[in-house]
Each structure stands twice: as structure tokens, then as C-alpha cells.
């Protein structure tokens, strides 16, 4: 029979060994600092730096020299960038998945870090999340934009609006449906709270967001922004699934 001291130990290793060394978010191999990634998870994750002027969809073929989709020239979203640290893929779910659902909320600032690079220039913007609907945030505890906004302004000048966009009613999963229908589903759930009104008046707004799949949700908020007073609208996110790779899902 194991000694006491024994049994303590292997209980305890575990725990010591996960707590004290920095460890990949994705893969958990350990690594020389906080919120970063091995060399083999970073290699995986695509890094989004092009990609169309407004959408930020890095796999459509660009229609003209302003480097617009044709999807955008068609039909313009409501916001005026989007643009994501990385495209849709293994490693950006997983790190999706467990800030969403598996209470690793530290992964905000590992997220909040890797989106940096598209902060530049914004000092004097609002940082505001996509709201989650009351009910779920309940059951979850958190909102996983919000955490993200929060780490996004503690390295950025720019402000943080909590609670200036609301759902004015919960809206089911939009996953299996078609484009159209997303649009109408997401359509007038969102508005500027009354009493932030005054706050994005005439202001450049960062609407942020975890992964950003058809757009109808951030077109959404980004369209009751702009008619909440928001000057522009720029919206940024984690991961980004392009129209190209749809069946993704
Ligand atoms: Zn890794
Ligand atoms: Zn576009």
C-alpha cells in the first residue's frame, strides 16, 4: 500500500505541474511565457493580415484596386473594417471553444494579444462586445466578447463600453442557417441602451466579437450603432470563418 505521503503527492503533482509553468492554451505543452503559444500551435493558427478593405474576408478574390470584395461592392455591411488575429481553424476553435464554454477566461487576454496588431490608431474609439442576452449569460457567467474587451483596454487607450449595446430579445443559434435566415433572425435584437447614448454620439466604435462567421450578427449590432449615433463602426474579432470555407461547420 502507498505510503500517505505518497498518495498526497500523486494527487497534488498534477495540480503544481499545471499551475506553475506557462503552458500552450491549445495543446498544453509547456512554454517559456504567459499567453503564448508553442511554436507548432502558432505555425498552425493562419494569421489574417489580408483580405477585403471592409470584410476582412481573406479568401474571396478582391474585385478592384480599393481591394473590396464583391459581396461588400453588392451589399455593404453596416460596419466600416472587420478584422480578425486569425482565420477559423483547429487551434482558433479550440481557443474559441474553451474561453466560450470551458471557463478558461484567461484566454481573453491570450486572444486580446494576438488581436493587437489590428488596434493601431484607435486611442480615441469605444471598445463595446457583442452582448449576450441576459439569459445566457446567467447560465454562463460571463459574456466571452466582454472578457476580451476588458483585456483589449487594459492595453489600449481607447474606453470600454460594457453595456452600451444590449439585446433587446434572445436569439437561438444561428449555426445551421442559411445566410438569409441568420440575417432575419439577428434582425432588430440589438439597440443602444438609452442611457449610453450620449457616449458613442459622433465616436468611433470597436464592436468586438470572438469569431465572426456569416457577419449577421455584428452587422446587427454595427447597424444599431450607427443609429445610436456611432460615427463608424470597426469591427474586431479572434477568429474569422471565410465564406469560402463554409463548411467549416
Ligand atoms: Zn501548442
Ligand atoms: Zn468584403
Redesign the pocket.
Known sequence: MARPSNILTRIARPVIDFALPSRCPACGEIVDGDDRFCLGCWQQLDHLDQ???????PG?ALADSES??G??LADP?AFDTMRAAVRYGEVARTIALRLKYGGRVGLARTIAAAMQRHMTGFDDALLVPVPLHRGRLWRRGYNQAALIARALAGENRARLGLETLIRTRATPYLRAMSAKDRAKTVRGAFAVDDGHRAAIEGRRVILVDDVYTSGATTNTCAKALKRGGAAQVHVRCWARVSMVDDDIY
Do not use: K, R
Open positions: 483580405g477585403c478593405m471592409q470584410c476582412g474576408d474571396i473590396l470584395c459581396a461588400c455591411p
